[in-house]
């Protein structure tokens, strides 16, 4: 869910924006005073600052972005839709600038929603559901082309689609959701 800021009462009786594309967006909010704080090459409007110092109220997601050929980026997403083919990211090295990057889907093994960047690398994650467990969804034990074993519940799984979320079996870990790339995975399997 998307939330905006609210305008001040200079500009409380122009029409909303809520235009996502186009360099015509930018130029009326640049004339009016109102210009983005975060767009990218493409000119994907993904945030508007009214007033300067206003607590924000759109929520970021932290996220680690891993590629199909191993890479691995961290950042911070607005704009992630598991029915679209690309996202925005704020890399966490340039978290406080305006650079975005745009990510593709077709390039991803997985994009995992995190509660911290560097994790606990002394914690020892469950990768199984405890007996009598229940779990919001399906079970699931899904593998990677690359060996990689995540275990956990999803709601929407349907292979005919281009990817899926799974809850990881353990909620006390550093993952709070997984979005699977469906070309990325080598099997599907309901436990």
């Known amino acids: 869910m998307r939330h905006y800021k ?3 009462s200079s500009v409380k009786n122009k029409p909303s924006i809520l235009i996502f594309s186009g360099i015509l967006v930018k130029c009326f909010l ?5 210009a983005p704080d975060i767009m990218c090459e493409h000119t994907c409007v993904l945030s508007t600052d009214f007033e300067v110092g206003r607590e924000t109220s759109m929520e970021q997601s932290k996220v680690i972005v ?3 050929d191993g890479r691995i980026v961290k950042g911070f997403t607005q704009d992630f839709f598991p029915n679209k083919d690309r996202f925005h990211l704020r890399l966490l090295d340039n978290a406080s600038g305006n650079g975005l990057q745009q990510i593709l889907l077709k390039d991803l093994k997985a994009l995992f929603f995190v509660r911290d960047f560097s994790g606990n690398p002394s914690y020892n994650e469950r990768k199984a559901f405890m007996e009598g467990e229940r779990a919001q969804g399906r079970k699931v ?3 990677f082309k690359d060996g990689e074993k995540l275990v956990g519940a999803t ?15 353990d909620n006390k870990c550093n993952n709070i959701r997984v979005f699977a790339i469906k070309s990325s995975v080598e099997t599907v399997r309901y436990i």
């Open 6 to 8: 609210k305008a001040p």
């Open 30 to 34: 640049k004339l009016n005073g109102m």
């Open 66 to 68: 891993r590629y199909i």
């Open 141 to 143: 034990e899904i593998t």
């Open 155 to 169: 709601l929407g799984y349907d292979p005919n689609r281009s990817g899926f979320f799974i809850f990881p079996a």
